[in-house]
């Protein structure tokens, strides 16, 4: 039997406890104090992010936990697991709502329930993927901007005591449209941080996670698929649990207007295909890699079961949006490395009015209502607001690829 848990931790993170318990343990009376019979809501909290959240959370004995997520499937795998998982604390008052948070019935549920004491969004598009045409990046930026417009009004008449909105180190001088919808989305949600507690978090990939290309390994296994990855970019990760922890600890302890990050060392990087070398090996393959995808699906197509050699196919990256190494902050971010042992915290100081950020994606709004727009017209529009965004589009996308 495949163990995530111990694969993640011996050959991804090679820790063998979290990296922030000391961080937890130091700050745990004030995490009590916060969460302890508060009421939570989290969006987006089937996924992978955002059901760890809640894992991260649930100790802490909120009194009611309220989970919306438009996968229907991802609610019920999140109850089955809480509720398979011995000793996880599960409030009574516990809801899952198959919603967009944009959707006004969303709305009712904030006006029923009077709004929350703590509020988590996770919804968002996450994969650099997403940035293919005209069309794609615009849902992106909707989802990842416009509806967290929508929420942040919301907010504003019902303030949470702490409210967090997941970003990505990706959102660091980005060069793809995804990073750069998040960093946008930082500028959008720290405007309001004069009207309730904001706070969010860059960090690094998420082993695992769903919809990931080591996640995608389990199922090409499985359908005895060829394994690809890419062998140049370098990449931080943290695992699952990890991934909930920090998004605990920034939105119960970060002050308004923080963004926290991991704090890793450039040692701790790795690629995809050493990642790929290891899950082969624990699944008692040897490696045979091919130089081209077409010679990898037909060597997999005619396995047989006593077969010892798995094929692989790694490639040099060669579509839009991909970045050789990560960052977390730039040049010119106030930048904390002393409060937390783990954690490294940008202090936002010249945060953008709301006036001013409506004011962008209102002209951004009009320009997706042009039947002409274009992706180049898009991206040019992001980088007079984002001065850090250098887009290279390089005519091929991943979906392109195995």
């Known amino acids: 039997m495949f163990d995530i848990t111990k694969f993640i931790s011996k050959h991804i993170t090679k820790r063998d406890k979290s990296l922030f318990i000391n961080d937890i343990e130091s700050n745990r009376l004030q995490l009590e104090e916060e969460i302890r019979d508060k009421r939570v809501c989290v969006i987006g909290g089937a996924g992978s992010i955002g059901s760890s959240f809640i894992k991260a959370l649930l100790p802490f004995r909120p009194s009611s936990l309220v989970v919306i997520d438009l996968s229907e499937n991802g609610l019920v795998e999140l109850t089955r697991d809480l ?5 996880m ?5 516990y809801r899952t709502y198959t919603l967009d948070f944009a959707d006004p019935l969303f709305k009712q549920l904030f006006i029923r329930e009077k709004g929350f004491d703590i509020v988590a969004n996770f919804s968002a598009h996450k994969h650099v993927r997403s940035e293919r045409d005209t069309l794609s990046v615009q849902a992106l930026i909707v989802n990842n901007v416009f509806k967290a417009k929508g929420l942040m009004e919301l907010l504003s008449k019902y303030p949470p005591r702490h409210f967090f909105c997941v970003s990505t180190d990706k959102a660091a001088n980005p060069v793809n449209i995804m990073g750069a919808s998040k960093l946008l989305m930082e500028k959008l949600v720290m405007s309001y941080c004069d009207r309730f507690p904001v706070s969010t978090a860059r960090f690094a990939n998420v082993a695992f996670s769903n919809g990931s290309l080591p996640d995608s390994w389990i199922s090409r296994m499985m359908k005895k698929q060829p394994l690809v990855a890419p062998s140049d970019v370098m990449r931080y990760f943290v695992s699952p649990q990890e991934s909930g ?3 605990m600890l920034a939105c119960i302890l ?5 963004i926290f990050f991991p704090k890793l060392e450039k040692e701790q990087m790795t690629t995809f295909s050493a990642i790929c070398d290891k899950f082969v090996e624990e699944f008692g393959y040897t490696k045979k890699e091919f130089s081209n995808e077409s010679e990898a699906r037909l060597y997999a197509s005619k396995m047989k079961d006593n077969d010892k050699e798995y094929p692989v196919f790694y490639f040099k990256s060669d579509t839009t949006g991909e970045k050789d190494f990560e960052e977390f902050f730039v040049s010119g971010e ?7 042992s783990s954690l490294g915290v940008i202090k936002c100081e010249d945060n ?3 006036n001013n950020i409506t004011e962008f994606l209102s002209k951004l709004e009009l320009l997706f209502d042009f039947a002409e727009c ?3 017209d898009i ?10 965004f250098e887009h290279e589009e390089k005519g091929k996308n991943l979906d392109q690829k195995m």
């Not at 509720?83 to 000793?87: H, V």
């Not at 604390?89 to 008052?93: R, S, T």
């Open 83 to 87: 509720r398979s998982t011995e000793g």
């Open 89 to 93: 604390f599960i409030p009574d008052d």
């Open 245 to 247: 922890e920090i998004c």
């Open 254 to 258: 970060g002050n308004s207007g923080e």
């Open 334 to 340: 106030n930048v904390d490395l002393e409060s937390y």
């Open 352 to 354: 953008c009015s709301v």
């Open 374 to 376: 274009s992706k180049a």
């Open 379 to 388: 991206v040019n529009f992001l980088c007079s607001f984002l001065p850090t």
